[in-house]
């Protein structure tokens, strides 16, 4: 039984996720990862988001860099350098073995989900992370210097690159995840969480599959997210120069703007406490609290009143 | 202008095309690779005869195990192991970046030649190595066990089912390199090669492919085997025990009967010169020398000694 949905991209939607899973159970917790960041690259399947979930949730992450696992080498990158392979995507020795594995696995015709779940299993998971879709989705971001796929503008170009658009390529041929959809039918769910992740790369990217917007606003539990956006900067990644160079403020309001009447509640830091007022509408509630998340007890904490917050807003059944 | 063809499976095959490119030029010098043995693993393309000529030639290879790079790591398959991937086939951490930069290159739809082209230059390497075809062949195994892809037969099963006969699955489809097409033409070729690798794995499948034996019958330089049996034994890998259990002598004579009389000219080891007498025929020479490679000047002696009995050598022009 679904109490809690997860949509989630990477570092930050990571934090929070693991936050939930300590006090929620692998029935009671799904976890949805953005797949638009995933690509093709040295001839396997990358899915950056989807693996610092897994990486996060089975504690084997790297937490200096945010994504890859700890304790990891690079001697095929080395050996790559010295052939002239691509080296500007940078693959452990250790997280090459799951990026072989999917592609194996993908190549045989399983999904991508029935490949997620393997790995997961394999590495003793037992909260389930799910892709947002079996279809392939991939963010194009379009720029000053043309469109370019997501890990060209991410890593390639470090996110230099001034921001006018996206496109989420394939999307319009993706179906939600059926595990997404069924979680989302259950009366008994009890929230649905945006985790503090970039809403333009990572949130919006499931957002855009076809009907899942309508299945959301028709489920009976709140909608909560969590401000990726604390003063006016992000924790991590591009998400406040984006909201710059998009000619938003950078600043909470901009991402509860852009989610809109999406939301019943909206988490935000505790620095930005004064905005609480302003952002609070008849149908949206806003909590401040520390979103803050350095320590694991930071991210169970913050995962609980999230979590919370959820049983105090009144959700009017819409459908 | 290429004066000598070698073709080649790996391990003995490779140390002779080393000897080769010791004393002909890249220009002089065509290394035709079997491919029976290449297969699809962990989404990767796997091309074990082409691989350790490349490794070889460039100076990487690894000397203890015949396979695979010199100081190699295996960070890479320990982590397979822990997420339960698949482990039986031996993946090296450096080894790995050239398997990536191949399927990279693949799925970009570059040829196999290119690819390998590619990767050589990248290495360093001179002499031209290519696949005896861009069409993939794939050597099935038929045993007592049933019928295995060749790795699974070879690797997996460690060859200890009991042989029956071989199909080369696409072979129908394939059609020869171009190079070797081309250097086969050239009337000033001097001498074609078969490296002494084993006949039913290394040099069946290149002879399998349609269309190619007519061709090099009708070539005006001698074809000349060196025998990969010494005694009754093979120095590497199953021939012995594949002629044996296909019921034939395990000896020097059993190879040159395999072959008959594609060969004007047979190299076997000076521990077998009583069988030169009973070998040499009006239309096949037989030279007995040291055919065991311990060191380079080995090889070198060993390829200098076959490529100067190639010109001792009459063929009648046969077109």
Avoid at 114 to 121: K, L, R, S
Avoid at 261 to 270: A, E, K, M, R
Wanted: one cysteine or more; glycine letters at 8%; aromatic letters at 6%.
């Amino acid at each position: 039984m679904t109490r809690c949905i997860a949509l989630s991209g990477g570092v930050g939607g990571a934090k929070l996720a693991l936050g939930l899973s300590k006090f929620l159970s692998p029935d009671e917790l799904l976890i949805v990862a953005n797949t638009g960041d995933d690509f093709e690259h040295l001839g396997l399947t990358i899915c950056p988001d989807i693996d610092t979930l897994l990486y996060t949730l089975a504690a084997i992450a790297n937490p200096e860099t945010g994504w890859g696992r700890a304790d990891e080498s690079w001697k095929t990158m080395k050996a790559l350098e010295t052939i002239g392979g691509e080296t500007w995507f940078r693959l452990g020795d250790r997280d090459l073995a799951l990026h072989l594995t999917r592609k194996q696995q993908l190549s045989s015709g399983k999904t991508l989900s029935d490949t997620i779940a393997n790995i997961a299993e394999s590495i003793g998971l037992k909260h389930p992370v799910v892709p947002m879709s079996d279809q392939p989705v991939r963010t194009m971001v379009r720029t000053d210097i043309g469109e370019l796929p997501f890990q060209e503008y991410f890593v390639k170009n470090q996110c230099v690159p001034k921001v006018t658009g996206f496109q989420f390529a394939g999307v319009n041929d993706a179906k939600p995840n059926p595990l997404l959809m069924d979680a989302l039918r259950d009366p008994r769910l009890e929230a649905v969480i945006i985790c503090p992740s970039n809403p333009f790369i990572s949130i919006d990217p499931i957002l855009a599959i076809p009907g899942l917007r309508e299945d959301l606003r028709a489920r009976s539990a709140p909608i909560i997210a969590v401000s990726p956006i604390i003063g006016n900067r992000a924790l991590k990644g591009p998400a406040a120069k984006m909201l710059r160079e998009l000619g938003f403020d950078t600043s909470a309001a901009a991402i509860a703007d852009h989610y809109g009447d999406l939301l019943q509640g909206f988490v935000i830091d505790s620095q930005d406490k004064d905005l609480a007022n302003k952002l609070e509408t008849k149908s949206r509630r806003v909590h401040a609290t520390n979103t803050v998340m350095k320590s694991l007890e930071d991210r169970v904490t913050l995962a609980r009143e999230t979590f919370a917050f959820a049983s105090q807003i009144q959700t009017p059944q819409t459908v």
